[in-house]
């Protein structure tokens, strides 16, 4: 799989170097709204070309799954794709936002790649092979206690239909932590699980192409990641659960009471 890494790597740079080459035009660029506070410029859809082009040159027979693009069928390997992670902070210069990408095989998980261009940081794994911030190996934090934990979130923005579950949500855990961040994304949300940098992340209805990546990342940094229901099914569902395995079921035990049928 190290090939594919490499692969995966380049075309993370190569991308991060466009969209931070952009950042500086951001007023000028064209945007389009694809639903209820949904963005995408063409920053985005232009960094999707490169990751594509990158990837489709090394291995042209691979299948292809990109926010923008959709899906380009080919054989077993899919490439899961998120050009721009954060397009709502990247149009307001809010220095938050990175790419993913994920090759998966028969849906197993087999490389992940989150890059930061704005602090030139590249989270990888390989599945079986352990995660890295550049050249450093990552580990989830320990914590026994939420008591003095570092959460991470996102806002269900793209629809009121769920806000009540996550209020309850949030009411439960903001009491019991030191803190809770909603910094814009969930790549970067995983990635920093698994760097430690926070304790624990759960949020509603995010797609795969925000996940992918940083679910490898973080189980190979020694995380648990569920849906809520606590089973597997969050690529289904969008709905996450991530920490250490202590982090996470006290989490899990707070959320549980508020999650409704439908996000089961
Ligand atoms: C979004 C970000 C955000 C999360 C949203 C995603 P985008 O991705 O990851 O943190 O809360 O659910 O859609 O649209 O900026 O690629
Ligand atoms: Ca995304
Ligand atoms: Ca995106």
New binding site residues.
Partial sequence: MQPMLNIAVRAARSAGDLILRSSDNVGRLTIDQKGKN???SEV?RMAEREIINIIKTAYPDHSILA?ESGGHVGNDFVWVI?????????LHGFPQ?AVSIALKCKGRLEVGVIYDPLRDELFTAKRGGGAMLNNRRLRVTQPNVLKGALLGT?????TDEHLDAYVGMFKALTTECAGIR????????LAYVAAGRLDGYW?I???E??MAAGILIVKEAGGVVTDFSFNDKYMES?NVIVGSPKMHQLMYQLIEPHVTTDLK
């Fill in positions: 949904d963005y995408a985005d926010e998120d050009p721009l992670d954060g397009t709502t902070n990247f936002y996102g806002f269900p923005f793209k909603r910094a814009g994304s969930a790549a970067l949300d949020e209805g995010i797609m192409w925000d969008g």
